[in-house]
Every structure is written in C-alpha cells, then in structure tokens.
C-alpha cells in the first residue's frame, strides 16, 4: 500500500509497559507505521476521540475498563466509530472471538503476534478504512452532482420558457430532453442507462443508427450501438457486446471528438476534406455491409471540463423512413442539449457504479476471488436470464428495463458482506466449525443489513439478491426466515449454529434464483489459486445434474439457451479477470 511515512497511525491501549515496548519494536521497521501507547484504558477514548487513529488494538484484560467495553464505547461515539479495531488477547477461545466481533472489534489476535502477520493485519484494515473514507466522499460527490443535474434541468426549462409560442418541431425536441433528464436520473446503472441515452438520441434526432462511447484512458470504449435498418441483428448483437476500442487521436471522427472536445457533424464520412484533423473508420460498414454516410459526433462533457464519453449520430432519416441529406443546424442546437444533459445522469450513474466497485474492492482485500471483473460478468449473466425470462412473460417494456436497472446492481453487490467475515474464518484452509461456518453464513443476513432501510427500489432489490443468493431450489440452502438479533447496543448476533432450512422453489424471489445460477457459472469457470477453472461443458452438465434441486429449472433451461450471449460477455471481461 503506498503511503506516506508514518502514515498509518496505530495506538495501542494495554496497561502493560512491556506488551507496549515489544510492539514498538516489531513496527519500527516499517516507515509508515506509527504507534502510540496507552496505557490508562479509562483515559484511551478520549485520546482516540482527538488522535483520530488508522487503526486501533486494545487489551482484551485491563483494569478499570476491560477491552470489550472500551470497542463497545468507540462504536457508540459517532466520532469514532468507524475506526477499525484489533482485539488483542493472551487467550484463543472462539467464544472470546465471536464476544469480541459482536462488540465491535473488526480483527482478533492472540498476543504475541508474528510480526509479519501483525503489519498484515494493520495494513489490511488501513486499506479498508482508507475505502471507506472514499466511499463516502464520493457519496458527497454524487450529492453535488444532483444539484448540477437540477441546474441542468432548470437551464433547460428555462430555454423552453424561452422559446417562441409555436410549437414547432425544435421546441418540441427541447422540450422532451428536458423532460427526459429527470427520467434518466433515476436510472443508476451505467451500462443500462446508456442504452438508454443512445436510443433517446437516436429517436430525438431522427437517426437511423448510433453509438455511444466512454472515455478509458487514451482510448474511447464501445458501450452500446444500434441500427435500425440493418437486417443483421445478430451480427450488431456480436458487434454491441465485443470489446470495441478506439484510440482518441486523429484515426477516427469519434476519437477526433474526445481528443477536441468539439461537436462534429459531416455530410459524408467517404468524402472527408482532406484539411479536415480527422478520418474517419470504416471497419464496421466493411465488416457489415452498411454504408454510413452522415455523422453527428457530440462530446459528452463533464462538470468540471473533461471529456468522459462520445455520441455518434448516424444517418438523418425523415418521418416516412426516407435518408436525409444531413444533419441540419437544428440537430447540432438539439443535440448539443441532450449531450449536456445526458454528461449529468452518466456522471451520477459512474459515481455509482465506482461506489460499487469500491465496495467490491474492499472485498477482494478480503476474498481475492470477489473481483470487479467477476462481479461485472455475473450481473451481465443475470442480464441475459432475465431477459430470456421476461420474454416469457406479459410485461411492458418500462418494467423490463427498470428491473433490468435494478438486477444489475444487486448482482454486482452479491457478495460485498464478506467484509465482515473475519479473516481468520474467510481463509482459513482446512473445514470450518459449526459456530465459524455458522458465522459464513450470516455474511448474507450482513449484507441484506447494509440494505435494510430500504429507501428505494434499489436498496430492494440488492438486498433480496445478498440475502437469498446461496437458497437451493429444493430449500436445504440458507438463510431462509431467519434474522440476526442486535444486541443492547444495536450490533449485529451472528448466529451460533449453522442454518439447516432455507427458502424453497419459488418462494425464493426471481433475482436471487437468476444471481445464484450466474454466480455458480462465473465462480467455477474462473481459475482461482487453490483450484483450475472448469471447462464449460463440464459447468452445463453441472447445472443440468442440479436443475431443480439446486436451481430454478425453467432459469437453467434459460441460461443454456442464451449460452452464445454468456460466451460473448465472458471474451469482453476475460482480460479483466482480477481488475475492478
């Protein structure tokens, strides 16, 4: 982890001078450690309070005030609450570490530690913290981003107030971005979001095709594309889904935008001014047969001046299905309002999804296996499930895509409770105790807790998908009905016995049944270090052998079917196999 000297602060409560001199000894080497001793525990708080600590380890045995007391004081003091803390003890009883957890502490260690596993476990909650802090500094950015989107909005407004008293083709397609921007703000996912956007844009303007674009280092990324006269629509479909990258420089019009910053709009792509500082790319009409003719390139520009991302317009079209020569005047005007609204809802809906993202990472510190790719390709498998699924069904269009909105992000945050699972239970190689597997299982009931206000649909959703995601079709899963007590102080009572009845068929709710085949999938077709990945015709016959007791059958039945589309998603995120 790279820090500053002494940046990771360490205070040690144990009224013992020599347990303090011999950590002060085991941490000098490492130069971004710093430990303060305390040793009146009566007086630790209070220091804790001002020092404001990256970490803190208390005695188990003190006098006065003994360790349990003093993690349940810094929890209930909002000032400290958020402090990781180790318990330290002379004694390794797992009734003792099950005590401790459910007051508070986040790690136990029995004294003397190894040094080396010391600085470990220091480290590793610093990190955590460290997440946690960025955390919620984004959630103070997603906060600033709705106002701008509500300026956004009131801007818009007001161009329409502003307008002439004719309702005339241009107010009417101001008119409806303005009223779209409060539409799209509720969408959180950015991939859904932006198949959303590009198809709005293209409805707008009138355009026959069009791709949408973010910004990824010196590259633009391929996030969604659409034709509506292309009779290949499965060839789009490989096209939408392939790992698509576009170098932001001169070779192309797009990469010509994010470089400039500028809106373009040409008559002819196979008739460019030579003067013209761009090309422009036809690999994809010679790779499809379609001939791309004009194109209305738009930047989609951040609050704070940076370009995140292209629209590309392809080809005007009018209202009886004829081409237009180009785009005129008015669909620059028009799209250069819906390039700035669209920017706002995708900055909202990037702040989201980095928060999930760094709320996976906070899991791979814990669970190397919970990477971002993982999470990325088990929610788009849940995707291609519940579509299959709501083919099958009467339901309209709006309700499959915000379902779709809010399954992926419930899919991506499946596992993020394994936080609070203690290393010593998470890692451990050999097979777990019925009291530490007791506690494995209660990382779902953890998970549902962090959702449990449930202020949207959202937070619903997320929690049906952490809570119900290892149930078996046949009901021998868990957690089932059962809930985690909270003690006196409002902290969660892991359970002491494993849980032996779970939900059962379709009392499991959808989401939960489509994230546990997908979860299976991705985790047993990855390689992993205590294990090979298994090919898949091996996993098929797998779910196949356990359809109906295991899974949902109608759900497996659907998976295999779509097994072309999981193909195509597993090639898109195979690079990114430990990345989030």
């Not at 790279?2 to 990771?8: H, K, R």
């Not at 006065?64 to 909002?78: N, P, T, Y």
């Not at 699924?389 to 992926?408: G, H, M």
């Not at 016995?497 to 997908?518: K, N, Q, Y």
Request: contains cysteine; proline residues 3%.
């Amino acid at each position: 982890m790279a820090t500053e000297s002494g940046s990771i602060h360490v205070i040690l409560v144990d009224d013992q001078a020599m347990v303090g001199e011999a950590m002060r000894r085991m941490l000098s080497d490492d130069k971004e450690l710093r430990l303060t001793h305390v040793q009146d525990s009566t007086t630790a708080h209070a220091i804790i309070r001002e020092a404001q600590p990256t970490v803190v380890i208390v005695d188990l045995v003190m006098p006065e005030l003994d360790g349990m007391h003093l993690i349940r004081k810094i929890r209930m003091d909002e000032s400290t609450r958020d402090i990781p803390a180790i318990m330290l003890s002379s004694e390794s009883d797992v009734h003792r570490k099950v005590e401790a957890f459910q007051a508070g502490a986040n790690d136990f260690l029995v004294k003397m530690p190894d040094r080396l596993e010391l600085v470990a476990r220091i480290q590793a909650l610093a990190a955590k913290s460290i997440a946690e802090r960025e955390l919620r500094l984004m959630a103070d950015q997603l906060q600033q981003q709705a106002v701008a989107l509500d300026e956004a909005n009131r801007s818009l407004q007001a161009i329409n107030i502003s307008l002439e008293s004719d309702v005339s083709e241009q107010r009417e397609r101001l008119r409806s971005i303005a009223m779209l921007g409060n539409e799209l703000a509720l969408i959180r996912d950015i991939n859904i979001l932006i198949e959303r956007l590009l198809h709005e844009a293209c409805h707008i303007l009138g355009a026959d095709a069009g791709a949408a674009y973010l910004v990824d280092g010196d590259h633009l990324r391929l996030m969604h594309a659409q034709n509506e006269s292309m009779d290949d629509q499965e060839r789009l479909e490989q096209f939408r889904k392939s790992a698509v990258h576009i170098p932001i420089d001169t070779t192309s019009l797009v990469g010509w935008v994010a470089k400039s910053g500028e809106l373009v709009n040409v008559d002819d792509v196979y008739d460019i001014d030579p003067d013209q500082p761009f090309t422009f790319n036809t690999a994809f009409d010679d790779s499809t047969g379609y001939h791309t003719k004009s194109v209305l390139g738009a930047p989609l520009v951040g609050t704070a001046g940076q370009v995140i991302g292209v629209l590309q317009l392809i080809n005007p079209m009018q209202a009886n299905g004829e081409r237009r020569p180009s785009f005129t005047d008015d669909d620059m005007n028009a799209v250069r309002h819906f390039a700035s609204m669209a920017s706002v809802s995708m900055q909202n809906a990037q702040l989201t999804r980095s928060m999930i993202l760094r709320m996976i990472r906070m899991a791979e510190l814990r669970d190397p296996s919970e990477t971002g790719a993982h999470a990325n390709r088990v929610a788009e498998y849940a995707l291609v499930i519940y579509e299959g699924w709501a083919n099958r069904q009467d339901l309209s269009k709006e309700e499959i895509a915000a379902e779709r909105d809010r399954l992926r992000i419930a899919a991506m945050l499946h596992d993020v409770g394994k936080v609070a699972i203690p290393d010593s239970i998470l890692k451990k190689p050999g097979k777990l105790s019925d009291e530490e597997f007791a506690i494995m299982q209660g990382h779902t009931m953890v998970d549902a807790a962090l959702f449990d206000e449930l202020l949207s649909g959202y937070d619903e959703a997320a929690a049906t998908v952490v809570r119900g995601h290892h149930e078996r079709w046949d009901g021998t899963g868990y957690p089932g009905l059962q809930e985690l007590d909270r003690d006196e102080q409002g902290y969660l009572i892991y359970p002491d016995t494993p849980i032996h009845e779970g939900r059962a068929g379709s009392d499991i709710p959808l989401f939960a049944r489509i994230v546990a085949i997908a979860d299976v999938f991705d985790a047993l077709g990855s390689a992993r270090s205590y294990k090979e990945a298994w090919p898949e015709d091996r996993i098929l016959e797998l779910l196949k052998k356990e359809s109906g007791s295991h899974f949902d059958p109608e759900l497996v039945e659907i998976f295999i079917d779509g097994i072309e589309a999981i193909r195509t998603i597993q090639h898109r995120w195979s690079g990114n196999a430990g990345t989030s």
